[in-house]
């Protein structure tokens, strides 16, 4: 194969991941004849909308490359998903209808304030107009119902589809939805990857720009399978600056790589504490989500310092961007929904 054309095709991602074509050995022939590139690659995805922003993507880069006069591309796909390659890393994957981007939002350890970040993030998006929904993950310990407010049971729809109930104009999902208060969630591997899976592709979102996920911490059952079940358009990870929560965080980044899911920034919470004499307290340390974020390459998409009205919020059931969108908490939380739009949306 020729190494130019090569060279151009890598330049192509797959949709969703952050993988090129050659890298997932997608591209099965790439020659140059008398100013004309031929390539042929074989996809093991039914999508057309993936068939369609790679064939541009790659005609685009082909047309690029010196000596490069016409561009012939043959793109094939299987009839049917079932098609798909055994263990390529989209054979099961699908994407959810009418949801524009899927980002998961994640920590490597619990306490960090992930859950209060995803609810006011949700939040902060909506009230800028987006479509939003947020999706409970945590199966074992859900949080969006008592941090949004929300205790109601999803009604289901002629299609059998259950509807997310809506609080703060987001459209949210969660086991805590389905099981009482006091009741503890006893299940083993596959019947969390069953349910993740209901919640994607069972549930009618409707037509939403952005659906964040709320995983729980670590590395677990629900990252994998939240993984395998649909193509994230990328990850948010939240850290407070202390190291002993970097380290892990260290680990959630390399599972994300391993998983093709592009990291689209740190946030930094608990960044520093405002006395009432108007002391700045670094509680946890200083700068180490910006360190962080340099060290791997990925924006800092922002600081979060502490308030009593971020905590209040969430214990009310009103996150504090709905509930005081004017403050200074909440200011914080949209400038992280901006730089995340920004480079998402």
């Known amino acids: 194969m020729n190494d130019a054309l090569l060279a151009a095709l890598r330049t192509v991602k797959y949709p969703g991941f952050s993988r090129d074509i050659v890298s997932f050995g997608l591209v099965k022939e790439a020659e140059l004849a008398n100013g004309t590139a031929r390539v042929r690659i074989e996809l093991t995805s039914a999508s057309a909308e993936a068939a369609r922003q790679i064939r541009a993507e790659a005609e685009a880069a082909l047309a690029r490359v010196p000596g490069v006069s016409r561009v012939e591309a043959d ?6 998903p079932a098609g798909a390659q055994p263990g390529s890393p989209w054979a099961n994957q699908a ?14 350890k619990g306490g960090v304030g992930k859950s209060t970040t995803a609810v006011n993030l949700a939040c902060a998006l909506a009230l800028a107009g987006r479509r939003v929904g947020l999706l409970d993950c945590d199966i074992y310990g859900p949080s969006i119902p008592l941090m949004m407010g929300c205790h109601e049971r999803p ?3 002629e299609r059998e589809l259950l509807v997310p109930p809506v609080r703060h104009g987001v459209r949210l999902m969660s086991i805590g939805f389905l099981v009482d208060d006091d009741q503890p969630v006893i299940w083993r591997g596959p019947m969390i990857q069953k349910t993740i899976q209901q919640f994607l592709h069972q549930v009618d979102w409707g037509g939403l720009d952005l659906l964040l996920v709320d995983l729980p911490p670590g590395t677990g059952d629900a990252q994998l399978s939240l993984c395998q079940a649909v193509p994230l358009d990328g990850g948010v990870i939240v850290t407070t600056p202390q190291e002993a929560s970097l380290g892990v965080v260290r680990k959630g980044m390399a599972m994300f790589a391993k998983v093709n899911v592009p990291i689209l920034g740190l946030v930094e919470n608990m960044s520093w504490f405002t006395a009432p004499d108007g002391t700045r307290v670094e509680i946890f340390g200083h700068g180490g989500g910006a360190a962080e974020a340099r060290r791997q390459g990925v924006p800092l998409l922002g600081q979060v310092p502490i308030f009593t009205e971020i905590r209040a919020g969430g214990d009310a059931g009103l996150p504090v961007v709905a509930g005081l969108p004017q403050g200074a908490a909440a200011a914080a939380f949209r400038a992280v929904a901006d730089a995340l739009a920004v480079r998402l949306l």
């Open 155 to 157: 009604a289901v729809n």
């Open 95 to 108: 994407r959810v209808p009418g949801v524009r981007r899927v980002v998961a939002v994640a920590s490597g």
């Open 75 to 80: 793109i094939r796909q299987p009839a049917q």
